[in-house]
């Protein structure tokens, strides 16, 4: 259970953390964004229900405190309802998801596509962000990022992963 994770404090020190980019970078290069507003426990049961998955934990609990975030990491976006009914960057991470598995890069990182459901993706961005929802019991959970074909990292959980996103952006904001 994800009893350790404070999204609100998680959500609002990227936010913070963006902001203070939004400041130094002058080009614009990083779209200042806030995350959606959370989602219901039945909205998000609903979503499951139509997916026919059942998400971790982690990924739950963050989605019941924001649905999705738009240029979350760059251009990339995090997914939440909108993405799950197919708008937004959804056809992006299908079509990203589809080569990677032909490439066999999935094949490589011993996944299977129908284990996975992406969690982030975005036009004009190679990063796809996977969440592993069945298969291995021992990787459920799993946040895999993948940028062009090549892993970038695996993270244990969705809360590891939220966490090296925010080091992500404090590293190009020292940068700046």
Same mark, same amino acid.
């Given at each position: 259970m994800d009893n350790v994770t404070d999204w609100p404090a998680m959500i609002g020190y990227l936010l !913070? =953390?963006?902001?203070?980019?939004?400041?130094?970078d002058l080009e614009k290069l990083q779209e200042y964004t806030?995350?959606?507003?959370?989602?219901?426990?039945?909205? #998000? *049961?609903g979503a499951e229900s139509s997916l &026919?998955?059942?998400?971790? =934990?982690?990924? *739950? &609990? $963050? /989605? /019941?405190?924001?649905?999705?975030?738009? %240029? $979350?990491?760059w251009n990339t976006d995090l997914f939440g309802m909108l993405e799950f009914s197919g708008e937004g960057a959804a056809h992006v991470a299908t079509e990203g998801l589809g =080569?990677?598995?032909?490439?066999? =890069? /999935?094949?490589?990182?011993?996944l299977e596509g129908h284990? /996975?459901?992406? !969690?982030? +993706?975005? !036009?004009? %961005?190679? &990063? #796809? $962000? #996977? #969440?592993?929802?069945?298969?291995? +019991?021992?990787?459920?959970?799993?946040?895999i990022w993948i940028d062009g074909g090549d892993e970038i990292e695996t993270f244990r959980g969705f809360d590891e992963f939220f966490a090296a996103i925010i080091e992500e952006h404090k590293s190009y904001l020292e940068e700046l």
């Open positions: !913070i =953390v963006k902001n203070e980019i939004d400041q130094r806030a995350p959606r507003q959370k989602v219901s426990e039945e909205v #998000l *049961r &026919n998955v059942q998400f971790p =934990v982690e990924y *739950r &609990n $963050f /989605l /019941l405190h924001a649905d999705g975030w738009k %240029s $979350f990491y =080569v990677y598995e032909a490439e066999g =890069v /999935l094949e490589d990182l011993k284990d /996975l459901i992406p !969690i982030g +993706a975005g !036009i004009g %961005s190679e &990063n #796809l $962000f #996977l #969440l592993v929802v069945s298969g291995d +019991a021992e990787k459920v959970g799993t946040v």
